[in-house]
Every structure is written in structure tokens, then in C-alpha cells.
């Protein structure tokens, strides 16, 4: 019967040779060290696994990463998941430079349950062995884990591994009823094919669970794939995750080369992002100050991602020890969601600087007010429940976002933040599509924002029956799809003056009037049309023979807009208009003829009408148009019966 699996992972770190892989051998007794090569040389190069039998039973997931500086980024990509951390310093050498980034890094990822392991205890004395839990305390202080135990080891006597033991299982006691769960993701530290089975993955799992048969989604790139099989310690298993070490055994990726760096994710979890907002500190071993603009490398779960800092405080660098608040803007797609840990290190990937936490996974390009955008992202730090995803919402260049997005984002359960969002402060919308949510305060601010534009448009165009709704979308200071955008005017309209006809908004207060000079210009159209009769000056030709300047040509087609609202004229094609009583006589000739004689040709229409052969097929096609006619080959019939 497979034994049950504890949802907590215990990693190794320490500088080089400090007794990191024999430590586990003798724990476990299972080897981690994998490659070729990392057993030639007796080093770590890359990533180990193993798992550590619980006195009840349980197993815990192991990591042991490697030591050495040159493959600190196959550390960092362990080093995400760790739960517990065992810090191992060689009795003989103390404490060591790798020592130091090590720890850094730890404190940086936010892990706080650790014992320091000090290795090779056979080789020293008593009197060394307090000089090293000096140097560590020492050293572990003004970090995360400054009150964590030293306990002395020899993994070649088996000196002080029991009360090891015994500690490990002290601090996971309980650890898996204080996890917080949101989305499953598994960032890939492993993928390999193995001959009859297809494709594995393996990796730490965050958030929720993963089962056999579930669809996910690879990111960045979107592909979609499908669990075959799961398994932990290799025992299979119907579903595994939160915490736990994974290994995936999947379908629908033949045409997909998976790597380190990638996710898998729920397939509700669909985007990824290109610049976020963090809570930054910069650690002591940084030696310079982190400046605004500066390249870096930004490390979160197994990925590795160029970038470059802005800072967000009123001052162009941060100090080490200092903290703040930045905006990271990388130049490939990473996947990040908020309370996200990460570790920055100079563009070089030689000195580990930092690190922090994400708040806002899906930032603004534009911040300003700065001030302003500074509080909301430290309200997002601070707080729970319905004031942070208030305050994240605001964040957004989206005016809303569908409970099932928010949830991604928070990484938190959809049922909890459908709860938060029945709280007064938020408002349900209709996207089109979907349902989505935004803030009281988003929404007066885009009521108000379009009734101003609105206002404005009238001012400067007094003649113009309306602002077109695109053109009024593109304005908006929040991104609004052109399929939501009705649904969002109408309600707007239901609660203020705003009125929408077909395209066109306006403000229920305006009517278009012609006075002044444009109403001494639409009487001049109107005589002008009127002696035209049924052959009319096109737009060019009418503004010709008004004497119009060159460019008055835009004065007449805003004045012959508002003449065709009036009902004075009539637009019959492009650049072509008649006056009323033309338009009325012409259609009362048609529709007297159709009654007497059932059909007429154009040619037969012109001769009715003694205008040309072009007004006469004009105003045929728009009364077809306008529901008048029928064609019926060269032929027009009525059709139906006309007042």
C-alpha cells in the first residue's frame, strides 16, 4: 500500500562540499545525485530528489541542490519550493561565501523553518564546533530563519542524525493545515520522454491539487496538454500537489519541447505577464545600491528572466538593507501571480542583490499619480480580503476582470474571492461574454469621465448629433472591449443623462440647432437644392457654387448632417443630397406610376422625373433601400403598400 505523502518539501543549501548530498544519503539513503558526471566528480551540478520517511509514516519531498557559485541558477530553480531547509556548514571550513548567497536567497523566498546542519562533527573539536554555531549565528542573524537550531552531524558515524531526525518531524508537525491554496501550478524543473510512455515532467507543485485525467495549460505559450498519469516518490497516485514533489506523465504534447522554466498550470490560468509590481528589499552582499533602470536577472520558481528595475519610491536607487516598492519589467513572458517570492541578481549572474514579493502581477505602464499608485500597492501589501482586491482591482488598466481572473491573480480559491466580491464596494457588469467586476470607485470615475467627454465633444462641435462610441472607447482611461462597450454605455445611460442612438452618444440635454452662420449657410443649401430640383450638386459642386473656401467643404457635410437630422434634406448616395420636396415629389411620381402601371424601368423614371439617367437609378436604389421598391431584374415594383 503506498504510503501517505506530507505536502511539505525539505531542501538542502550550503556552500560546496559542505556534506549537502551525503547528508541526505545518510538520512534517506537514497542517492540524489543523478548525473554522470556530479558522481565522477563528487559535486553537485544539478537539481537532486529524495523523500524523507515521518515517524508517522509520511513522506516529505527532498531537494538537495548544488553548492558550487558557477550553478547557483540550478539552486534558485530548487530553492522555490522549499519548506523546511536544512543549511549545512562543514565543521572543518565554517562559514563560507556560498554560505552567505545561500541564506540570502532563503530569506529572500521567504522560508522560515530551517535547522543549520553542521557537517563532518567527527572531523573537529568541541571547541571548534562552538566557534562554527558562532560564525552561524552570526550569520543567520537579521534573516528569516535567526532562531532556527544548529544541531552538529556526522554523516559518516551517524553522530546527531537522530536528534536531526527528530527535529525535522518537530517542525512539520501540522505544517500542511497552515498551507493557503490557490491554482495549481507546476513550475518544470524536469521534462524527459521515456520510450513507451511518452512525456514527464516533474517539479514542485504550488497552490491546489492536480488529478489524472485534468487539463492544463502550458506557460508562456498556451498549448494545452492533458495528465495521463501522476505520481509522487514514485507511487501513483489519482491526484497530488500543494507542496508535494510531482511527476507528470502526459498527452497532447508531441509537438511541444517542455523545459525548465515553464508551467503547467489550470487551464483557467491564461495569461502571463511582462511587468509587475513588487515589494523589493536589497540585501547587505549587494555592496552597491540597486538604480532606477537598472538590467537585471530575476529568478522565480524554475525560470531565469532579464529585466530591468523602476523604481516606484521618491529616490533614483535603494541602498543595501533598504526595501521599496518597484515595478520589474522583463523581456520574456514570466508567470507570476501575487505573494509570488523572486530573487534578482546583476545582469551578470554573478552577486545575488535581492528580492521580494510580487503584489501586482499585471502592473500599469502608466503610473501617474505615482503617489496614488504607491498606496494602492501598499494597501495590496498590507491588507485581506476585500480592501486588497479592491485596491488590486484599481490597480488594473482593465475596467473589470471576471471573478475567475481576479482568483488567478490573488492566487486564491474562485469560491473565497466570489465572496469578497459581493461586498458592497465592488460592481457586477456585463462584459459581452461574461460577468466582470470592478470598483465603485472605477465606475463613477468612467461615468464621470464620459459625460465630461461627452460635454466637451458638444462644445466643440455643437452641430455633430453625437460622439461615435469607438471613438469614445479609445479615449477611456480604462481598457473596455468594443463587444462590452454597449452593454457598459446602456448602464451608464440608465443612470445619467447619456443617451445612445444606434452608434452615437450624446448628452440627453443636446439638440443640434442651426443658427448663427451655420443657419444663414443651411438656408442657402436648402434654396440651392430646391431650385436644383431632382439634379442636385454633389457636396463638391454645391460647395462651388456657394462660393465656399477651399476646406469649406467639411463645414458643409457637418451642415448638411444636421439639416438630414432636421428632416430639410436628404442624403440619397455618397456626397449626393435632395431637398425634402424633391425627394417627396420624386417618390410621390414612382409610387403613382407603380400604382397604375405595376413596373418601371430607370429609363422610363428618368423621362418621369427630366433629370438625367444618374439621379434617376440614385434615387431608384435608395427607395429600394428604404423599403419603397423592389428590383426585380431592370425592373422596379412596389413593395408594400405606401401612406
Not at 467627454?453 to 477611456?476: D, I, K, N, V
Not at 456626397?575 to 417618390?587: M, Q, S, V
Not at 410621390?588 to 397604375?596: A, F, H, K, N, Q
Amino acid at each position: 500500500m503506498p504510503s501517505a505523502v506530507a505536502h511539505a518539501i525539505i531542501g538542502t543549501a550550503g556552500h560546496i562540499d559542505h556534506g549537502k548530498t551525503a547528508l541526505i544519503r545518510a538520512l534517506t539513503g537514497q542517492e540524489t545525485d543523478r548525473l554522470k558526471e556530479e558522481q565522477e566528480r563528487g559535486i553537485s551540478i544539478d537539481l537532486g530528489f529524495a523523500f524523507f520517511t515521518l515517524p508517522d509514516g509520511t513522506r516529505a519531498g527532498v531537494v538537495d541542490v548544488p553548492g558550487h557559485e558557477r550553478f547557483i541558477r540550478n539552486m534558485l530553480a530548487g530553492a522555490h519550493g522549499i519548506d523546511l531547509v536544512l543549511f549545512t556548514v562543514a565543521a572543518d571550513d565554517g562559514v563560507m561565501p556560498q554560505s552567505e548567497e545561500h541564506l540570502d536567497i532563503l530569506h529572500l523566498l521567504g522560508v522560515s523553518r530551517g535547522i543549520f546542519v553542521v557537517t563532518k562533527a567527527d572531523l573537529v573539536s568541541a571547541d571548534r564546533l562552538e566557534e562554527v554555531r558562532d560564525e552561524i549565528e552570526l550569520l543567520a542573524d537579521g534573516t528569516q530563519l535567526a532562531v532556527a537550531p544548529t544541531i552538529a552531524v556526522s554523516s559518516v558515524t551517524g553522530a546527531g542524525l537522530e536528534e536531526l531526525r527528530g527535529e525535522i518531524a518537530r517542525q512539520l508537525v501540522g505544517f500542511d493545515a497552515r498551507r493557503a491554496t490557490g491554482v495549481f501550478r507546476l513550475p518544470l524543473d524536469r521534462a524527459f520522454t521515456i520510450k513507451g510512455h511518452g512525456t514527464i515532467v516533474t517539479g514542485t507543485a504550488m497552490g491546489a491539487e492536480v488529478r489524472v485525467g485534468q487539463k492544463l495549460r502550458v506557460l508562456p505559450g498556451g498549448e494545452e496538454v492533458r495528465v495521463r498519469g501522476v505520481q509522487v516518490h514514485s507511487e501513483s497516485v489519482p491526484s497530488a500537489g500543494r507542496c508535494q514533489r510531482v511527476a507528470l506523465n502526459l498527452t497532447g504534447t508531441e509537438r511541444l519541447e517542455l523545459r525548465r522554466g515553464q508551467v503547467l498550470a489550470d487551464d483557467r490560468l491564461d495569461f502571463t505577464t511582462s511587468r509587475f509590481d513588487a515589494w523589493l528589499e536589497i540585501r547587505p552582499a549587494a555592496r552597491r545600491p540597486l538604480r532606477n533602470h537598472s538590467r537585471l536577472r530575476v529568478f522565480v520558481g524554475t525560470s531565469e528572466i532579464l529585466g530591468r528595475v523602476i523604481l516606484l519610491e521618491e529616490r533614483d536607487e535603494l541602498a543595501p538593507k533598504e526595501r521599496g516598492l518597484v515595478q520589474i519589467v522583463a523581456e520574456q513572458p514570466a508567470v507570476l501571480l501575487f505573494g509570488d517570492r523572486f530573487v534578482i541578481r546583476d545582469e551578470t549572474n554573478v552577486r545575488t542583490l535581492g528580492g521580494g514579493i510580487v503584489l501586482n502581477p499585471i502592473a500599469r505602464r502608466s503610473r501617474k499619480p505615482l503617489a496614488a499608485y504607491r498606496d494602492r500597492l501598499a494597501i495590496v501589501r498590507a491588507a485581506l480580503g476585500a480592501e486588497a482586491v479592491e485596491a488590486l482591482l484599481n490597480l488594473q488598466e482593465s475596467l473589470a476582470l471576471p471573478a475567475g481572473r481576479l482568483a488567478c491573480l490573488m492566487n486564491r480559491p474562485l469560491g473565497e474571492i466570489e465572496g469578497v466580491l459581493s461586498d458592497a464596494r465592488f460592481i457586477k457588469l456585463s462584459m459581452g461574454d461574461e460577468e466582470g467586476f470592478t470598483t465603485r470607485s472605477k465606475w463613477e470615475e468612467l461615468k464621470k469621465f464620459t459625460l465630461a467627454a461627452l460635454g466637451a465633444h458638444h462644445r466643440e462641435a455643437p452641430l455633430s448629433a453625437g460622439l461615435e462610441m469607438e471613438s469614445l472607447r479609445t479615449r477611456l482611461p480604462y481598457e473596455v472591449s468594443a463587444r462590452a462597450f454597449r452593454a457598459i454605455v446602456d448602464r451608464i445611460g440608465r443612470e445619467t443623462e447619456l443617451v445612445r442612438e444606434e452608434s452615437l452618444l450624446r448628452l440627453k440635454s443636446h439638440k443640434v440647432k442651426l443658427g448663427g452662420d451655420a443657419g444663414e449657410l443651411g438656408a442657402r443649401v436648402e434654396a440651392a437644392l430646391g431650385r436644383a430640383e431632382f439634379q442636385p450638386p454633389d457636396l463638391k459642386q454645391l460647395a462651388e457654387l456657394l462660393g465656399l473656401a477651399p476646406g469649406g467643404a467639411a463645414q458643409l457635410r457637418t451642415v448638411l448632417a444636421a439639416m438630414e437630422r432636421e428632416g430639410r434634406v436628404v442624403k440619397i448616395a455618397t456626397d449626393l443630397y435632395f431637398g425634402r420636396t424633391a425627394l417627396d415629389a420624386a417618390r410621390s411620381r414612382l409610387v403613382d406610376y407603380l400604382g397604375t402601371h405595376g413596373e418601371i424601368t430607370a429609363a422610363i423614371y428618368r423621362d418621369l422625373l427630366g433629370a438625367s439617367r444618374k439621379f434617376a437609378i440614385a434615387l431608384l436604389d435608395y427607395f429600394d433601400h428604404s423599403g419603397v421598391t423592389t428590383r426585380v431584374g431592370d425592373q422596379r415594383r412596389l413593395r408594400a403598400r405606401t401612406g
